[in-house]
């Protein structure tokens, strides 16, 4: 029966992405699926995780249910499915209760192949009802070092997806999968998700076309440009601020690159917008926050500049590995300077505020949704910051950080807005309304007002109604400035209230409001110092002279490693030998004879009667020098 199934599973990855088989290890893991294994998967970044659980998914006789912690990966993800004609969906706070509860119906008909969801739907009512009859064949925890609270992004309500499922559904298939799981992770996940004698599938941690560099400068903008400007491809360059990300993508388009700049302060739209043109090469660079990356399948990307350091090895590694996904020789670069590792510090101590901050602003966001001491919240609401802002005295950013701590520590559940919303709320009758906008003798401006109402009415009458900017600018017929420009007439003759409301987070407080946030100073500082031991690691990374990809798979708990790779730039500048050792015309014999027709280090040393240690000290030097690139799999030389 396993057989058959995996046969089929084969014939299904062929027909639906074209590839005649799967690679090493993903064929373990769809083996392991269909014996009815627990499966942990462990893969770096570009390893195919993903086609682990969606070709069983179109094998299995029910439903695949797929928990993902975000919402944009969750989006991709589905629209690349239903491109390839296999049905999937998601449930996430991004559309409304009606939506929800119309996909689960539909899923429970058997009209899709794949569910996505986050983890805090699984705890809902709606899911809880419905989940019985949704014939769930395979539940897959995809970025499973969220269940851990030693992982670089741990979600509380992670702990609790076994639990919330098998109480309903009763006993299926289960797998889990990471590709940034060091060994006390790893442990954490298979304990969590109580998986009894599970079948662990690694493919280690080593990128081998990876060059993984390091460059200490206090010019780090000269040598972002001096890499960007000798290297061939598209590539990525990660700075840790939107404003960062604009100033770099708009120096880079000015040397003549086609660039921009990736970040939330951006529509949705234009984030898809970029994500293809990058995909298309028709840009060549983006300058990104952490954000961007997520469940894009690019595999030509030459190299990923850090223009910032991240917080932790295990981001570094994911982000850094966006690069060469296609085995294609490529270079993460993490571009340094002396204030650099100061700063990261005090960054990491802001983004975890002291207790005192976080009781403060968990007061003002419950006062914000109007929860008084002991009432529950029913539904998911939108907060503005500003509100909370006002109310507190404290700063945007110090809000955001505290309500991402909340949520960690599971006293809230939290995602933030994909669109920009205009809310509107009238503050007269319907009907003085009316006569208002019949009293207007400028034609424009009537116009404007009746399509405001017929748009907005009868919810805004009531409360503030919010609809997102691409549907009011497109039903208004004017631009985002103009909408603006009119509303704020019309608020200061008093007919209105409005706000355009940017990247505001959608929360839900799941205990009875307390006259304190249940969290104790433990609580607070413990994820702190958590965090500030990852940034050591990441900073040994930065500071180490050993081999850096060594330093990468140690951490991550691979054990019989040898101490060098040849390629980073550690490994390079100890092989480096005295120029005197090998002549100018010794460099341009090589050069010429690899730019005719690549070859072995065997070929050369044979065409040149060069000893091989010569013609390999050679290549160090001139791959140091980014002169060559190496093929692994054919075993060649190149040159570039």
Known sequence: MQNDLFERATQNLSKYWGFPAFRPGQDDVVRSIFDGKETVVLFPTGGGKSLCYQVPATVLPGLTLVIS????????????????????????????????????????????????????????????????????QLVAVDEAHCISEWGHDFRPPYRKIRQNIEEVIGKTRWMALTATATPKVRDDIISVLNFKDPEIISKGFERKNLKWWVDVSEQKTTRMMKMITKATGSGLVYAGTRRACDELADLIRSKGFSCAAYHAGLSSDDRKRIQQQWIDN??????????????????????????????????????????GRDGAESYPTLLVKRGDLKMARKRVADTYPDIEILQHVYTSLCDSLHLAVGSQQEV??????????????LQKRVIRASIRVLQRLGVIEMSMLQEPEFGVHFVLSKEVLIDKVNSYS??????????????????????EHFIDQKTVTSKLGLNVNAVIKGLEVFSKEGLLKWQLRVDDPIVRVFEPRMK????????????????LGKLEKIIGY??????????????????????YCGFCDRCLAKDKLKRSEFTDAD??????????SPAT????????????????????????????????????????
């Open 587 to 596: 460099v341009m014999m090589l050069i010429q004879a690899i730019t005719e």
């Open 601 to 640: 280090i065997t070929e050369l040393q044979e065409k040149f009667a060069m000893p091989a240690e010569k013609v390999e000290a050679i290549l160090k030097w001139l791959s140091k020098e980014r002169r060559v690139t190496y093929s692994r799999k054919k075993n060649l030389f190149s040159a570039r």
């Open 282 to 323: 028709t840009l060549q660079v983006v300058v990104a926050t952490n954000a961007f990356g997520m469940g894009i399948d690019k595999p030509d990307c030459r190299y990923v500049i850090h223009y910032d350091m991240s917080y932790s090895l295990e981001a570094y590694y994911q982000e850094a590995g966006r690069a």
């Open 69 to 136: 912690p975000l919402v944009a990966l969750m989006q991709d993800q589905v629209d690349q499915l239903n491109s390839r004609g296999i049905k999937a969906t998601f449930i996430n706070s991004t559309i409304s209760r009606y939506e929800v509860e119309q996909r689960l119906i539909n899923a429970r008909n058997g009209m899709y192949t794949l569910l996505y969801c986050a983890p805090e739907r699984l705890e809902t009512p709606l899911f809880q009802q419905e989940a019985p009859d949704l014939n769930i």
């Open 380 to 393: 998911e609401e939108a907060v503005s910051l500003d509100n909370i802002s006002k109310r507190s005295g």
């Open 516 to 531: 304190k946030a249940p969290i104790t100073r433990h609580d607070a500082e413990h994820f702190r110092n958590i965090q």
């Open 542 to 563: 930065a500071e180490t002279s050993g081999c850096r990809s060594m330093y990468i798979r140690r951490y991550f708990g691979e054990e019989e490693v040898p101490d």
């Open 442 to 463: 400028n034609e424009a401006k009537k116009q404007f007002f009746e399509n405001l109402m017929r748009l907005f009415i009868p919810e805004a009458l009531n409360d």
